[in-house]
């Protein structure tokens, strides 16, 4: 069975700072990936995917994320961060072949000024 | 990309009364859609998957006569929470899979329900 990871509940970082929120899976063959954003009372809008080829996958609002099949990590990144960053952020892995999601726990990503 | 909408999007009902939700694939047809529940600060939890044409198949834990789910139509699956009860008081939120290869699915706004 399939499972995901997510280092932190809680992150908190600095207008402008790095921005690093870990993900982790578990799975007997390299799945697909995801990365979710979601704003309050919102549903969720997909920021990247990994299904195949260049690890290095970039998305949306200037995220990015690498897969690292040797650590089984999907770790989000984005440079700089801006306070419309703030949201709740969730990694999410889906086996090939499977229909459903299997959703980490959720990291909460706060921005101070 | 891909549309899927809910409606309504908040709704606030009596205890004992029943209410439903619908979620929409706009510009798409989906054979099968996903129903979650969200409770505060916390992850998804997956409760059913819907079928066009055929019985919902169901989470563990997830109890079928509670949660009642009809996929009559290729765009729209509904949700009927029966005889509601304030903890059944959540956000819930649906999903949809696009066809093809990875089958990325693509998420409604979701509902908050607050039974009283």
């Known amino acids: 069975a399939q499972s995901v990871t997510q280092l932190g509940s809680h992150v908190s970082v600095s207008e402008g700072a790095l921005v690093l929120l870990r993900c982790n899976y578990s799975?007997?063959?390299?799945?697909?990936l995801f990365w979710y954003v979601q704003y309050p009372n919102q549903g969720l809008q997909l920021l990247l995917k990994?299904?195949?080829?260049?690890?290095l996958v970039k998305g949306i609002n200037g995220f990015e994320a690498e897969f690292k099949k040797s650590e089984t990590s999907f770790h989000l990144t984005k440079p700089s961060a801006h306070m419309s960053d703030a949201a709740e952020y969730f990694c999410?892995?889906?086996?090939?072949?499977?229909?459903?999601?299997?959703f980490g726990q959720g990291t909460r990503l706060t921005i101070n000024p | 990309g891909a549309v899927v909408s809910q409606h309504p999007s908040w709704v606030i009902c009596k205890s004992g009364t029943s209410v439903k939700i619908e979620c929409r694939s706009l510009?798409?047809?989906?054979?099968?859609m996903f129903w979650y529940r969200q409770f505060p600060k916390q992850s998804l939890m997956l409760m059913a998957t819907?079928?066009?044409?055929?019985?919902?198949?169901?989470e563990q834990g997830v109890e079928k006569d509670k949660f009642l789910i009809n996929h009559a139509s290729l765009t729209l699956s509904t949700l009927t929470v029966t005889s509601a009860h304030p903890e059944d008081s959540s956000f819930y939120i649906c999903?949809?899979?696009?066809?093809?290869?990875?089958?990325?699915?693509?998420f409604g706004p979701g509902t908050r329900l607050t039974v009283l």
């Open positions: 999903s949809a899979p696009t066809s093809g290869d990875y089958n990325e699915q693509f």
């Open positions: 799975s007997s063959v390299p799945p697909y």
């Open positions: 990994y299904t195949t080829g260049a690890t």
């Open positions: 999410a892995v889906k086996g090939r072949g499977a229909q459903k999601l299997v």
């Open positions: 510009d798409f047809q989906a054979t099968t």
């Open positions: 819907s079928n066009e044409g055929s019985k919902a198949t169901y």
